[in-house]
């Protein structure tokens, strides 16, 4: 079923190389991209929840959207009953946004092994589009998540 879609009005302002404020603004996002994938690597799932919003939207290729933080914890969790991430590597691509809100465009590179495997490690390569929101605390939260997978450099499907 489809849903009416949200309209956001946001007036972007482009971050890249910006001075003051909003320059501020893209170094600690970015800062924050980094530490959101690098969460993933302990065995605690809870700060990368903690980093969505109560009503976040997680968009996966071949998957359903995930709403809230309950649901994204689901999909999380039962990741982690198939794989390990036990290597990871991001790149902020493209940074945009305001004071309330902002757009993140990222390339990484996970790396798995198999949940009671061989220890054989699994490489996986994506981009991802992360639109972060200012909230009334003055901290930075994901509202949107969507990513997707590329094949290795070199390599086309």
């Not at 809100?101 to 990222?106: G, I, L, P, S, T």
């Amino acid at each position: 079923e489809w849903r009416k879609p949200t309209q956001l009005q946001i007036p972007f302002t482009v971050l890249n190389g910006a001075d003051g404020d909003v320059g501020a603004v893209a170094a600690k996002l970015t800062a924050k991209e980094q530490a959101f994938h690098e969460i993933y690597l302990s065995d605690d799932v809870e700060p990368a929840i903690a980093t969505y919003t109560d009503g976040a939207r997680l968009l996966s290729g071949g998957r359903d959207w995930c709403v809230g933080r309950k649901q994204i914890r689901n999909l999380i969790m039962e990741g982690r009953k198939q794989v390990k991430l036990v290597g990871i590597e991001c790149e902020v691509a493209e940074i945009g946004g305001n004071e309330h809100a902002a757009f993140v465009v990222n390339r990484f590179h996970w790396q798995f092994t198999p949940t009671g495997g061989d220890g054989s490690v699994h490489d996986f390569y994506g981009k991802g589009l992360h639109i972060w929101q200012r909230q009334p605390d003055g901290t930075w939260k994901i509202l949107i998540d969507i990513n997707n997978t590329n094949p290795p450099p070199g390599e086309s499907r």
